[in-house]
């Protein structure tokens, strides 16, 4: 099957399974809370910087879940999403929020990104490209569709962290964690391109490596803890040390929080 309809495959059973449940595309709850944990801080960073909501873009946004969270917490906040998936924007606009705007487009189109926006999101988005030229033309339409100042909040999974994960696993008789078929994980380079089209990496509110205690206790610690018998890999064993140990410890997880301000001219 070509890369890309065996992406689509997997979405079209992701609507099937999970319908607009939060677990949809993510199973992790504390990946989940800490990702919505920091888009929160990084609006509350924008309003109090500029004195006003973004005009805010999630592409990707899947069932339309952090877009909805996103509407609760700011019912007044101008919200869009984009989504490929024709199964996923179905469930978007089932879930009735008149406030948002769904659109049912292509990241990789220029011409799906026809307006402005303040604050852009990609939450593992990105990575469903299955080529650094496609990766490519989705940030120069992200970086094109930004107001000058505006954030571009990149959620993405990255190569070197998940081989730290590796070594570290390989050195506790682990085997290796690969990306899933259904994703092409991001070089550090990236950040290269994004400073090439006017897009500066910035600190944001939480440490981008804020998930690697995280991946470190949920993908090391806790399998050389469990027997064969414990099927729950989201245990309190690993709850209990998630919030007994500080966040971001070490740079093992692949999921990264960045943030990119755009050239003011
Ligand atoms: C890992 S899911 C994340 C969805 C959502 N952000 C969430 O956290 O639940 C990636 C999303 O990107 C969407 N996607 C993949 N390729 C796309 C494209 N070319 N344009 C727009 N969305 C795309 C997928 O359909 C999927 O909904």
């Given at each position: 099957?070509?890369?890309?309809?065996?992406?689509?495959?997997?979405?079209?059973?992701?609507?099937?399974?999970?319908?607009?449940?939060?677990?949809?595309?993510?199973?992790?709850p504390f990946i989940r809370e800490?990702?919505?944990?920091?888009?929160?801080?990084?609006?509350?960073?924008?309003?109090?910087?500029?004195?006003?909501?973004?005009?805010?873009?999630?592409?990707?946004?899947?069932?339309?879940?952090?877009?909805?969270?996103?509407?609760?917490?700011?019912?007044?906040?101008?919200?869009?999403?984009?989504?490929?998936?024709?199964?996923?924007?179905?469930?978007?606009?089932?879930?009735?929020?008149?406030?948002?705007?769904?659109?049912?487009?292509?990241?990789?189109?220029?011409?799906?990104?026809?307006?402005?926006?303040?604050?852009?999101?990609?939450?593992?988005?990105?990575?469903?490209?299955?080529?650094?030229?496609?990766?490519?033309?989705?940030?120069?339409?992200?970086?094109?569709?930004?107001?000058?100042?505006?954030?571009?909040?990149?959620?993405?999974?990255?190569?070197?962290?998940?081989?730290?994960?590796?070594?570290?696993?390989?050195q506790n008789g682990l085997s290796?964690?690969?990306?899933?078929?259904?994703?092409?994980?991001?070089?550090?380079?990236?950040?290269?391109?994004?400073?090439?089209?006017?897009?500066?990496?910035?600190?944001?509110?939480?440490?981008?490596?804020?998930?690697?205690?995280?991946?470190?206790?949920?993908?090391?610690?806790?399998?050389?803890?469990?027997?064969?018998?414990?099927?729950?890999?989201?245990?309190?064993?690993?709850?209990?040390?998630?919030?007994?140990?500080?966040?971001?410890?070490?740079?093992?997880?692949?999921?990264?929080?960045?943030?990119?301000?755009?050239?003011?001219?």
């Amino acid at each position: 099957m070509a890369n890309e309809q065996y992406v689509q495959k997997h979405y079209e059973k992701v609507a099937k399974n999970f319908g607009l449940l939060p677990t949809s595309s993510m199973q992790d709850p504390f990946i989940r809370e800490l990702e919505i944990e920091f888009v929160l801080a990084q609006l509350y960073n924008f309003t109090h910087k500029y004195g006003r909501f973004p005009r805010l873009l999630d592409v990707g946004c899947g069932n339309g879940y952090l877009l909805s969270v996103l509407a609760e917490f700011f019912p007044e906040m101008e919200l869009t999403g984009l989504e490929y998936s024709p199964d996923l924007f179905k469930l978007c606009q089932q879930r009735k929020l008149p406030g948002i705007n769904f659109i049912h487009g292509d990241m990789r189109k220029a011409s799906d990104f026809s307006e402005k926006f303040d604050m852009v999101i990609t939450e593992r988005s990105l990575i469903n490209l299955l080529s650094t030229k496609q990766q490519n033309q989705a940030i120069k339409n992200i970086a094109h569709c930004l107001a000058p100042g505006g954030h571009y909040l990149m959620i993405e999974s990255f190569k070197m962290p998940l081989h730290n994960l590796n070594i570290a696993r390989a050195q506790n008789g682990l085997s290796e964690i690969f990306p899933s078929k259904h994703n092409k994980y991001l070089s550090e380079g990236i950040t290269g391109k994004l400073k090439g089209i006017g897009l500066n990496e910035v600190y944001g509110e939480l440490p981008k490596d804020s998930l690697s205690t995280h991946f470190f206790l949920s993908r090391v610690f806790h399998p050389i803890t469990r027997n064969s018998t414990t099927k729950n890999k989201y245990s309190m064993l690993n709850h209990f040390f998630d919030e007994a140990l500080p966040l971001g410890v070490g740079q093992f997880s692949p999921i990264l929080f960045r943030v990119f301000e755009k050239e003011l001219s």
